[in-house]
């Protein structure tokens, strides 16, 4: 199984500030295969990113996601939000497919600091 | 518009059984492959199960030989039994629509279905 561990757990900023959010997993990820989800409290889970850098659809162009090494696989993933809006303050996820399994990270929470 | 309706959760005893229901719209359920993801309270997201639009299932190990995905197409709906359940299974229930673009995305979610297992 591979795990997805995300740093860092906790990113205290300010609106307008720049987050850099990681996602490192244990073993080689397809980089289509990673994905990113916001969570806000109370509220279901929605996609960001798909394929490490794709954005969903209606996902402001703030939201970047890299990690696409060439090769098409890779362990590390970042998201960044370029400037932090007040409705970004939430948890974020990374996921992965990987064969018969999917598996989550543990989450960030990005907090007003 | 896709839109995913979670039902059937609720309070159980330990060792008890529960199915829930997800009622699809806006999209056929056969068409893509769809999964359940639970989340404790006050804890991260974890995949439960996958149903491939082929009718292929897979399910994290947690879960393996207690519960069964299945979908009912001419109700448009996704199913999740659950049996031998445990306080570890407390958790809110999402249902999950896969994209049309990528493997094994989610690209609509329910607003999920809550699941207590108390005595």
């Known amino acids: 199984e591979i795990v997805l561990t995300q740093s860092p757990g906790t990113l205290s900023l300010s609106p307008g500030e720049r987050a850099t959010l990681s996602c490192r997993a244990s073993?080689?990820?397809?980089?289509?295969?990673l994905a990113w989800y916001q969570q806000k409290p109370g509220q279901s889970p929605r996609l960001l990113i798909y394929?490490?850098?794709?954005?969903?659809?209606?996902i402001p162009d703030r939201f970047i996601g890299s990690g696409y090494s060439g090769s098409g696989s890779g362990t590390d993933f970042t998201l960044i939000i370029s400037r932090l809006e007040p409705e970004d303050f939430a948890v974020y996820y990374c996921?992965?497919?990987?064969?018969?399994?999917?598996?989550f990270g543990g989450g960030t929470k990005v907090e007003i600091k | 518009e896709v839109r995913l309706v979670e039902s059937g959760g609720g309070l159980v005893q330990p060792g008890g059984s529960l199915r829930l229901s997800c009622a699809g719209s806006?999209?056929?359920?056969?068409?893509?492959?769809m999964s359940w993801v639970r989340q404790a309270p006050g804890k991260g997201l974890e995949w439960v199960s996958i149903?491939?639009?082929?009718?292929?299932?897979y399910y994290a190990d947690s879960v393996k030989g207690r519960f069964t995905i299945s979908r009912d197409t001419a109700y448009n709906r996704l199913y999740l039994q659950m049996n031998s359940l445990g306080a570890d299974d407390t958790a809110v229930y999402y249902c999950?629509?896969?994209?049309?673009?990528?493997?094994?995305?989610?690209?609509?979610w329910g607003q999920g279905t809550v699941v207590t297992v108390s005595s």
């Open positions: 999950a629509k896969g994209s049309m673009v990528v493997t094994a995305t989610f690209d609509y």
């Open positions: 806006g999209f056929t359920v056969r068409s893509t492959y």
């Open positions: 149903i491939y639009s082929g009718g292929t299932t």
């Open positions: 073993q080689s990820v397809r980089s289509n295969s």
């Open positions: 394929g490490a850098s794709n954005r969903a659809s209606g």
């Open positions: 996921q992965q497919y990987a064969g018969s399994l999917l598996t």
